[in-house]
């Protein structure tokens, strides 16, 4: 074989194997700066590009991904002059490869130095309270200052947070004295209140205790009272009949003695009997005639009698 085609051979080998070499896949998720004779050239995305030997290189290989930044404490000092150390996190995305490629030297480092600046600005601007109140607050104005100072760098700022705030020792103790201090506030204005509120339903029931006695009291002197009026209704009307029907009894009797017409022993014997009845009765008035021995005189005397009766049964009736 001559050797000419020999040189030949080695040389097609030499420049398939370049060819080969210099065939590029770009993964998903990155992003290829490409300069050309030392000047950029062109920015390869995901799939499969041919690199040109000697005339093009990968000036930077970027992540697309979303990026975690986490930056030590960083002495800050609020506007009552508190020293206190904050570490923050920031979020961040690259979203032009060739700006972060061209746009500063070492951008976290640069992200490191604004955040920390940022920071004491916007701390040095609140008290120790409010700081330590307004997170979110720090939060959001970090994160818009460093958004507009990274975009010519080709990075988005996503997020910021406050990872850690310390503050000195001495004011850490004071802030948990007075916390402690603030617990034992409260608990001794709910155990006041829990009394009070006891107290108040005690007095309560006391009185809700005491107006149903009264009433109950009220209610059985009513019922007492009314049941002493209708003992002495049914008494006087008990006592009315009773004199009623006497008295018929006698008029009933008379008028049998009178139709029977009774010699004159009899008569003076019941004159005696009556006189004695009407004198032992309840009469208030008793007639005595001059002459017990007339009959007449003991008639008279029984009418006088049982007349003041019946006027003394009409009066209770009435």
Do not use: C
Not at 19 to 32: C, D, E, H, L, R
Not at 287 to 313: R, Y
Request: hydrophobic share 45%.
């Amino acid at each position: 074989m001559p050797v000419a085609v020999i040189v030949i051979l080695v040389i097609l080998v030499i420049l398939a194997v370049i060819a080969i070499a210099n065939i590029k896949v770009v993964p998903q998720s990155k992003a290829y700066v490409i300069e050309r004779l030392g000047a950029y050239y062109v920015t390869w995305d995901t799939g499969i590009h041919w690199l040109i030997p000697i005339v093009d290189r990968i000036s930077k290989q970027v992540s697309l991904k979303e990026q975690v930044a986490d930056f030590p404490p960083q002495p800050v000092i609020t506007k009552d002059n508190v020293t206190m150390q904050i570490d923050t996190v920031v979020f961040f995305q690259i979203t032009d490869p060739k700006l972060y490629a061209y746009g500063v030297e070492h951008p976290i480092a640069a992200i490191e130095n604004l955040t920390a600046t940022t920071l004491r600005n916007i701390i040095g601007d609140l008290e120790l309270d409010h700081t330590l109140t307004s997170r979110d607050t720090i939060n959001a104005k970090i994160r818009t200052i460093l958004d507009d100072a990274t975009d010519p760098w080709g990075i988005k700022i996503n997020r910021v947070e406050l990872k850690n705030i310390k503050p000195p020792a001495e004011i850490q103790d004071a802030m948990e004295k007075q916390m402690k201090a603030e617990r034992q506030r409260r608990e001794a204005i709910l155990r006041a209140e829990g009394e009070k509120s006891s107290n108040i339903l005690v007095a309560e029931g006391k009185k809700e205790s005491q107006i149903l006695a009264a009433q109950a009291e009220k209610e059985a002197a009513i019922l007492q009272a009314e049941a002493e009026k209708e003992a002495k209704i049914k008494k006087a009307e008990g006592e009315a009949e009773a004199l009623i029907k006497i008295n018929q009894a006698q008029a009933e009797s008379i008028k049998l003695i009178n139709d029977a017409n009774p010699q004159e022993a009899y008569l003076t014997l019941k004159k005696l009997e009556a006189f004695e009845t009407v004198s032992n009765g309840q009469a208030t008035k008793v007639i005595i005639p001059s002459d017990l021995q007339g009959v007449v005189g003991l008639v008279n005397a029984v009418s006088e009698s049982a007349k003041t009766e019946n006027t003394k049964t009409e009066n209770i009736e009435k």
